[in-house]
């Protein structure tokens, strides 16, 4: 179903941009997304939403500046939260007011080439209702490259076609979009959702670049925090190796109970001192607390997800009036 935007006709694409501490990419993105759509389809009717995130950098007045630009096939809006509420929460956020027959997200950092939304509108014009741009290389540095390798590992054991290096920049139906805008939940891991979606696919790639402007806001307990999300909400993987432990665990306990009793009654003892007895009680006291752990992981989120806490706030929405 084509939505119809505030100036009355429809819109075919919106490019959604969550935005967090990027005051020095916000118009450069702006610009490289207007001369992507100048030079791939000069009739195309864009919609462009900055969802600023809470930022406490300039990075509202850019996007302030942006809307500027608009004119009678382009409508630049921003979009802001009320404080910061995560990259996955101001992406739900701008998929949820967009207009677009297709909605394209893009990072704001540009390390993503605006430029290449041109062949994933092609590929959406082509019948493709989710369009992917998978990162072949990336010029992140060793550690992030590490940990994102490791976290798409994980993610592609119950996501098969998962692309190995991850994704961020993507477009999808406006049926996509609405059928991902209406799942629940908090705590979301958003690359797995889309392809949960089904709907024909088509995966491109490209070489992601180094950040040239800025440091990254992606922090490692942020990375860490997003990381257990994605195991847990991906696969019963960890509750179902606790209690495989668990069962090893009391095994292990049973035989070594037979052990001592049987050297008990044969006169032999198995080892002296109290050695044996303090690793046995720290190794079981410290595999119990953390399974204790593991389960409340699970108890924690679920808490989460009930207590009725916002995915996101909107504080103000702004665009030109036409």
């Known amino acids: 179903m084509t939505n119809a935007s505030r100036w009355g006709e429809s819109v075919e694409i919106s490019v959604v941009s969550p935005i967090f501490n990027n005051a020095g990419t916000i118009a450069s993105l702006v610009r490289r997304v207007l001369a992507a759509r100048q030079t791939g389809f000069p009739d195309l009717r864009l919609e462009i939403i900055l969802v600023d995130d809470g930022s406490t950098d300039d990075s509202l007045a850019e996007a302030r500046k942006a809307i500027g630009l608009s004119d009678a096939l382009v409508s630049i809006k921003v979009l802001r939260l009320s404080r910061n509420f995560g990259q996955v929460s101001a992406i739900v956020a701008g998929l949820s007011i967009s207009a677009g027959e297709a909605v ?13 939304m041109t062949r994933m509108i092609r590929a959406w014009r082509d019948g493709a209702e989710v369009v992917i741009a998978a990162r072949e290389a990336r010029n992140d540095g060793g550690l992030n490259s590490l940990f994102s390798r490791v976290s798409y590992a994980v993610a592609r054991r119950p996501y ?17 979009t609405d059928q991902f805008v209406a799942k629940p939940g908090r705590r979301r891991f958003l690359q ?13 790639t490209y070489a992601r670049e180094k950040r040239a402007i800025g440091k990254s806001q992606w922090k490692f307990w942020k990375r860490f925090e997003y990381f257990v999300d ?12 606790a209690t495989f432990i668990g069962f090893i665990a009391v095994l292990g306990s049973l035989a070594y109970g037979l052990v001592v009793t ?11 001192g109290r050695a044996p007895l303090i690793l046995i009680t720290l190794f079981f006291g410290g595999l119990t607390v953390f399974l204790l752990g593991l389960v409340g992981e699970y108890v924690w989120r679920i808490y989460d997800e009930v207590s009725g806490k916002r995915q996101y706030l909107v504080e103000s929405l702004e665009e030109k009036q036409h």
Do not use: K, N
Not at 193 to 204: A, D, K, T, V, Y
Not at 230 to 241: H, K, Q
Not at 262 to 272: C, N, Q, S, T, W
């Open 230 to 241: 994605l195991v847990l909400a991906s696969t019963s993987i960890p509750i179902r190796t």
């Open 160 to 176: 098969r076609q998962m692309p190995r290096g991850g994704f961020d920049y993507f477009l999808l139906s406006r049926r996509a």
């Open 192 to 204: 797995g959702e889309i392809f949960e979606l089904g709907f024909q696919r088509h995966i491109l």
């Open 104 to 116: 394209l997200v893009i990072s704001a950092d540009l390390q993503d080439p605006p430029e290449l």
């Open 262 to 272: 049987g050297a008990r009654f044969l006169g032999v003892i198995p080892a002296d």
